[in-house]
């Protein structure tokens, strides 16, 4: 993974979806899509995106620390939208619908994706996609409260 601020692990096109309450009204937009660490801690990375390969204006930041599930293989087929190769990016506060020119490319980046987020597979085959989960933080915060909820109670010291 990347080891200075600068250095991009993985660079692209992708064409992203306006927001949820939008998607079918808005325009989606081709964007070159950069991943890089963030510069803040070890392990903290962001999806920053521009209107063009030579980065001069940044139109927006996903903050991969907040990543907690990434969908594959995603369809989506309404009227005038008709994206084949469709991942999303869940965080607390949006889903980011992304395409990817060709399946290939789609895969890489979730897998860059998923690498850096410290996500794990779940096949989900009777819907024929794969949903990546992030269930660690969740079972690290319920074994420390039952820890403590415990350790209140006298049941351990």
Known sequence: MAKNPQEVVFEGWLTKSPPTKRIWRARWRRRWFLL??????????????????NCRKLKGVINLDQCEQVDLGLKLDERKLKFDHVFDIKTPTRTYYLAADTDNEMRSWVTCICKVCGLKSTSEEEEG???????H?????????LTSVLQYSGRIS
């Open 36 to 53: 890089t660490h963030s510069g803040e801690l070890p392990g903290q990375y962001i999806l920053t995106y521009y209107t063009d390969r």
């Open 129 to 135: 996609k794969l949903t990546l989960h992030n269930n």
């Open 137 to 145: 933080i969740f079972i690290f915060i319920l074994i420390y409260f």
